[in-house]
């Protein structure tokens, strides 16, 4: 740990959330698909207590562990491949350390 350039530094743009009109993209991508499918297929009511559902329990868990909880559970428990191929400025979350 004496040698500096085995060190990462982490962005800080981690923890920012992109939005989408207003609000969170990993809460409402997900909502919209779910209805947008249901309704296709003529199930609207199911797809919007779905959405709604998702939408809802997504605010939920990010009122409870954060803004950012799921981009940082896929960072902590995604294999390494997902950190290199998808947050390509992070180091794998095995090759992080810690200074006391």
């Known amino acids: 740990m004496d040698n500096p350039t085995q060190f990462f530094s982490i962005p800080k ?3 920012n959330t992109p939005t989408l009109l207003g609000f ?3 809460e409402l991508v ?6 947008a499918v249901l309704f296709m297929m ?3 009511l199911i797809g919007m ?5 998702w939408f809802l329990g ?10 950012c909880v799921l981009r940082l ?3 902590w428990y995604a294999p390494a491949e997902f950190s290199a191929s998808f947050l390509k400025r992070t180091p794998a979350a095995c090759r992080r350390y810690w200074l006391r």
């Open 13 to 15: 743009h981690l923890n």
């Open 24 to 26: 969170a993209m990993d």
């Open 30 to 35: 997900p909502a919209l698909v779910f209805f």
């Open 42 to 44: 003529d199930h609207a």
């Open 49 to 53: 207590a779905l959405a709604s559902s």
């Open 58 to 67: 997504m605010r939920r868990m990010k009122s409870q562990y954060g803004m």
């Open 73 to 75: 559970t896929a960072y």
